[in-house]
């Protein structure tokens, strides 16, 4: 890690980008959308059900190494050992979609780059991703959630 990423504040920066990826984030997002819709709540976790699905089956099927490398004994161990795609970027651009298609709005696509660029920027600065494994995790969020359009519309 760079020095400014050892920072305390850096550390906070790159922890909290994190958490946008992560399970307690995701479903506190989605409570709060099952108080606009339940048709629109259900959406949302059924994209990111789907994603976490394409991601871990990229993963076991591809087997990358993280730049820095994990154990491999257990299957999770060969899941969480693998970098590619980045499961916490590919969840919050599906998160990202799924409230940019519930919600169609310059604002909404804007704060949705933010939080992706943010979440991706965090796994690389971490040494956790490669620069590809994060591109290919949005893309992946995106493509696997962008269906899901006709659930909510």
């Not at 994990?70 to 409230?99: G, K």
């Not at 709005?105 to 939080?115: E, F, T």
Request: charged letters at 10%.
């Amino acid at each position: 890690m760079t020095q400014s990423a050892t920072h305390p504040r850096a550390r906070l920066a790159l922890d909290a980008a994190t958490f946008l990826g992560t399970p307690p984030f995701y479903f506190g997002v989605a409570a709060l959308l099952a108080l606009h819709g339940l048709r629109e709540a259900l959406a949302f976790l059924l994209a990111i059900g789907a994603t976490e699905t394409v991601c871990a089956g990229i993963k076991l099927a591809t087997r990358t190494e993280r730049p820095i490398p994990r154990p491999r004994r257990t299957l999770y161990e060969q899941y969480d050992a693998s970098s590619f795609p980045s499961a916490h970027t590919a969840r919050i651009a599906s998160n990202a979609t799924v409230l940019y298609l519930c919600f169609p709005s310059v604002w909404s696509l804007g704060a949705g780059v933010i939080v992706v660029a943010a979440t991706a920027w965090s796994r690389v600065a971490a040494r956790v991703h490669w620069v590809h494994d994060v591109i290919v995790g949005a893309v992946v969020g995106l493509a696997v959630s962008w269906p899901f359009h006709g659930w909510i519309v």
